[in-house]
């Protein structure tokens, strides 16, 4: 399978810069089951699309402020986006300079204090912050949003909300789960009293989920790990909504990629049940994988070649999210972060 085989021509303009005012505003594309019509609605209207007795799953990881500014001691300018805190001060990062820096060069941080480069991990270089306090402090008083790089302007003030889910809890994304950024608490409450339950996973978003695919043979590509957590609250919830005949309903491919890890097949897991699972992961879902754990996927609309494209795809089939992808172009849906929504069902079976 190639990389090519997974593009498609999306005029800049659509790539949405900023936000909506209202977050269930967005319009959302649902793709049916059964080949047919796309049905043009909006996230607002999501209750009526859902049963009683349906399981919507969110990624409750909250964003941290990961991106800091500072200079060499040559005086060259870096930018540095923290992608995982390593304990003890030390962090694993992405580096934006003019000339690699070697193991033991300082950096002067805008805000006070030091990194010392450490060494190479991959693509990323690890830094040993010498700062005041906790690094996740210094961070959150220091540290500026890390909006995607398709975000063609410096943070506001209304991102530091807005780029951050109503239910983020657990601290240590540098990427928001954005289709989980449509829901606000008028739209909880009222899916819960049309009987729709929730239940939450833990995927901290990485940096390099904004790495491109490097190569044309997708045999070849290596996905970036993402640390996750799916707790025994989640497997409960599951198994009550299936053996009630309910639907489980992921939101964003965050919380596919936290089930299906938890899902794999192993010597812990040979029937490859849904269980508690805590550690890493690098699975690449592509045409081909047959995800068991969703019914369904609220996602946004995805960058062309990418990993994320390659997962819906492999959900709803490389035709029918083809077809989704022209109309949404078509009518002209915002697409990407602070974009608009697609509701998934997984092709009929013929």
Same mark, same amino acid.
């Given at each position: 399978m190639k990389k090519s085989d997974f593009t498609y021509e999306l005029p800049a303009e659509l790539i949405a810069q900023a936000p909506l005012a209202?977050?269930?505003?967005?319009?959302?594309?649902?793709?049916?089951? /059964? &080949?047919? $019509?796309? @049905?043009?609605?909006?996230?607002?209207? !999501?209750?009526? %699309?859902?049963?009683? #007795?349906?399981?919507?799953v969110f990624n409750d990881t909250r964003v941290i402020p990961a991106?800091?500014?500072?200079?060499?001691?040559?005086?060259?300018?870096?930018?540095?986006?923290?992608?995982?805190?390593?304990?003890?001060g030390r962090a694993r990062v992405q580096l934006g300079v003019s000339k690699s820096p070697k193991a033991g060069a300082l950096i002067e941080l805008d805000a006070g204090g030091i990194a010392e480069v450490a060494g190479r991990d991959g693509e990323f270089y690890l830094l040993d912050f010498r700062v005041d306090g906790p690094l996740q402090e210094y961070l959150e008083r220091?540290?500026?949003l890390p909006l995607p790089p398709y975000i063609q302007r410096?943070?506001?003030?209304d991102d530091a909300e807005r780029y951050q889910t109503v239910f983020a809890r657990v601290a240590g994304?540098?990427? /928001? &789960?954005? $289709?989980? @950024?449509?829901?606000?608490?008028?739209? !909880?409450?009222? %899916?819960?009293?049309? #009987?729709?339950?929730?239940?939450?996973?833990?995927?901290?978003?990485?940096?390099?989920?904004?790495?491109?695919?490097?190569?044309?043979?997708?045999?070849?590509?290596?996905?970036?790990?993402e640390r996750i957590e799916v707790g025994q609250a989640v497997v409960d919830e599951v198994a009550r909504t299936r053996a009630a005949g309910g639907r489980v309903i992921a939101?964003?491919?965050?919380?596919?990629?936290?089930l299906e890890t938890a899902m794999q097949v192993g010597p812990d897991n040979p029937d490859g049940a849904l269980r508690p699972f805590a550690g890493e992961s690098r699975l690449f879902i592509l045409p081909g994988y047959r995800?068991?754990?969703?019914?369904?996927?609220?996602?946004?609309?995805?960058?062309?070649?990418?990993?994320?494209?390659?997962?819906?795809?492999?959900?709803?089939?490389?035709?029918?999210?083809?077809?989704?992808?022209?109309?949404a172009v078509e009518s002209r849906y915002r697409f990407f972060s602070y974009g608009d929504a697609m509701l998934l069902f997984p092709e009929a079976s013929s």
């Open positions: 209202e977050r269930s505003a967005s319009r959302l594309l649902v793709v049916p089951p /059964a &080949p047919g $019509a796309l @049905l043009d609605r909006q996230v607002r209207e !999501l209750p009526r %699309l859902l049963e009683p #007795g349906d399981l919507l991106r800091l500014f500072g200079h060499k001691q040559t005086g060259g300018r870096v930018e540095i986006l923290v992608e995982r805190l390593l304990g003890e220091a540290g500026r410096e943070p506001g003030t994304a540098v990427a /928001a &789960p954005t $289709a989980g @950024l449509h829901f606000d608490a008028p739209l !909880l409450d009222e %899916l819960a009293a049309r #009987g729709v339950r929730t239940a939450h996973v833990t995927l901290h978003v990485g940096a390099g989920t904004f790495q491109p695919v490097r190569v044309e043979d997708l045999s070849g590509h290596v996905m970036h790990a939101v964003g491919t965050t919380v596919v990629r936290a995800i068991r754990s969703v019914d369904a996927m609220l996602t946004n609309f995805h960058l062309p070649e990418s990993t994320l494209l390659m997962m819906v795809s492999a959900f709803a089939g490389r035709e029918r999210i083809r077809q989704a992808y022209r109309h």
